[in-house]
Structure formats: C-alpha cells, structure tokens
C-alpha cells in the first residue's frame, strides 16, 4: 500500500524530527531555530523584589526559600536548557516535550508537585499579521516557570506590578503570579478583536461605498484565517479555567480562584464578540458578492439600453439598404435628411422614456 503524503501545511506544524521519537523526547517544532537565548528571573517578597538577566541556566537554581520567584525563558529551540531546568524542577518528560512542542492545544496537567499551563498568546507583528505564539507555565509552591518561543511579550504590566508592588501581587503566593500572567494574555486578546473588527468593519464601509478592489475576495479570506486562528486559541481556555475553578490542587488557594473567574468573564467577552466577528464576516463574503451582482446588473442595464435604442435603428437601416430599385423614399429630395431625424427621434423618445421609467 502506497504511504500517504505528507504536506507542507502539515509539516510546519509538526516537525518531521519529531515523527515516531520515544514520547518525552524535547524537540523544538517551530519555525525560529536560530533565537538566542534569554532568560529573566523576578525573586520576590513584601519587603525585596531582585530583578535579574540570566546568562547562565544554573543561575536559575539559587534562589533562596521564602520568595516567590518567576523564571522566564525565551527560546524553545535551546532544548539542552529546558531540559537542565526540567532536570531539577523534576518536571516530566511529557512536559518537557509539550513545551517544545509549539502545536499544543491550551490545556492544564495537574501533577503532585506542580501545575503544567499552556496558553497562546496573540499579537499582530509589523506585516499587521496575526501570530499566535504558545506560551507553557510551570506553577509550583513558590515559583512560576514560563517558556515562550521568541523574545518579546505581553507581560510588561505583570513585570512593573512586581517592580513597584502595585496591587497584591508582593503580598501573594506563585498562584496568583500565574493568574497575573494568564490575565495579561487574556486582557491582550481584547487588543486583537479590537484591531480584528476595525479591520472587519472598515472592509464592510468600503464594499458599501464600492471602493473595493481585485483582492477584496483575498482580504476576506484572510480575516476569516484570522478569526479562526484567534478562535482556537480562546476557546480552549473556557473548559481549563473551569478546571481551575473545581481544582482540589493545594497550589491554588480557593482565594485565588476568584481571581481566575474574573479571566473567565473577560475570555466570555472576547469569545462572543468573536462569534459576532465570525458572523459578520460570513454576511461580509454574501455583501461582497452582492455588490459585484450589482456592478454586473449596472453593466449589463447599459448594455440592454444601448441594444434598446439600437434596435429600431437597425431595422430602419436594414429596410433603406436593400438592394431593391423601388423604394419610393429614395427619389426624394430631403430622404436621407428625413431618415436621420426620425432615427433621432426615436433615440430621444427612447431615452425620455427610460427616464421616466428611472431606468437611467
């Protein structure tokens, strides 16, 4: 039997290294294999906040008991340092694997010592093209690992929280570290579906105004990718954050867990405005079709109007150019002068009554 062919599509989403490998194997499927590597720490209490850039993964194993601590690592193509980090965090392999495993679905694995949390974060880049980049946190008694693909993020706000002790986030546990984080992402998605139905909503004034272009069918096709791929990234995240909410996991304190309801009203809010989004770019296709109906109907009316018009002329012409000897009209001093102006004759009495019918 033939094997089947895998395609390129496919093939961006899982690497082919990682096709038939022992499970736990850490192998980075993304499409960034030359990103530096970068890490940062945050080692905290009420009274002390040590901010640090880490050149050295063993840095990230001297923190002292009694703070909380946040690393955050950036670049999933370094799996030698995921795994000296999931060496002594005793992290499962699985979870190692999932971390480097860029295609993973938003999901939450409760272990005895730790919570494993993957989400994905939405941004547009420079091309003004959605990305989708999948963030993983390790949530343990006190500390927070997190795993991003690249450098750069939505988690300035969580970063200057700490820096300042704003809110409670000093005065609280890893928990509520994780739920800041987790907030950041989600509080990020109102900023795409802001800038994704501005989008929607100024191709819908354009196709009403008839200013659309050739790539109109293009550009629909496009926010339709986008809307999906925002879709699958949200509505995963209702079904792990009602884990979280029934968890029985001592690492979340029950106080915390009205924190993370309040990320479940917000994903609530971005979830239907997506569907409204995902609605009006369906009608968007149906207006688009409408209009270039409309277009042709407007070409075509002209046309049938001119054919109209031109009908009886042609019969006039037909009739005085055969070759027949008795036509009586031709000995006439004025008959070609009276042919033409009963032909336009007819051309104004056509036209006058077109615009009576406002079919002009």
């Known amino acids: 039997m033939p094997k089947k062919r895998i395609t390129k599509k496919k093939r961006n989403l899982l690497s082919k290294k990682s096709i038939g490998q022992i499970p736990g194997s850490v192998i980075y499927t993304g499409k960034k294999p030359d990103q530096k590597l970068f890490i940062e720490s945050f080692d905290y209490n009420e009274e002390i906040c040590i901010e640090k850039e880490l050149t050295n993964v063993q840095d990230c194993f001297n923190f002292k008991p009694g703070t909380i601590t946040w690393i955050n690592v950036n670049g999933l193509n370094h799996v030698a340092t995921i795994e000296k980090i999931g060496e002594h965090y005793e992290l499962h392999p699985l979870v190692l694997e999932d971390i480097a495993n860029i295609s993973q679905r938003p999901k939450i694995d409760e272990y005895d010592d730790y919570i494993f949390v993957v989400l994905k974060m939405l941004y547009y880049d420079d091309n003004d093209t959605i990305v989708s980049e999948q963030v993983s946190f ?16 939505v988690f300035d706000s969580v970063r200057e929280r700490i820096r300042q002790a704003l809110g409670r986030i000093r005065t609280s546990q890893a928990d509520y570290l994780l739920y800041a984080l987790m907030d950041a992402i989600v509080d990020h998605y109102f900023t795409v579906i802001e800038i994704l139905g501005d989008k929607i909503e100024d191709f ?24 999906l791929r925002v879709r699958r990234a949200i509505f995963p995240l209702r079904e792990l954050l009602n884990r979280i909410e029934k968890t029985e996991n001592t690492l979340i304190q029950q106080k915390t867990i009205t924190y993370f309801r309040d990320i479940y009203d917000h994903l609530i809010q971005v979830s239907e405005n997506i569907e409204i989004y995902r609605e009006m770019v369906w009608s968007l296709m149906d207006m688009y079709m409408t209009s270039i109906s409309n277009k042709m109907n407007e070409v075509m009316k002209v046309l049938t109007i001119m054919a109209s018009i031109f009908i009886p002329l042609t019969f006039i012409a037909g009739i005085y150019g055969m070759n027949f000897q008795y036509i009586p009209e031709l000995h006439y001093k004025y008959g070609y002068f009276i042919v033409w102006a009963v032909m336009i004759v007819i051309i104004a009495g056509m036209l006058y009554y077109f615009k009576r019918k406002k079919w002009l």
């Open 204 to 227: 819908e004034t354009a196709i009403f105004a008839g200013n659309v272009d050739e790539d109109a069918n293009k550009n629909i096709r496009d926010l339709k990718k986008e809307i």
């Open 138 to 153: 390790v949530l343990g008694e006190e500390y927070v690992l997190s795993f991003q693909e690249s450098e750069g993020d």
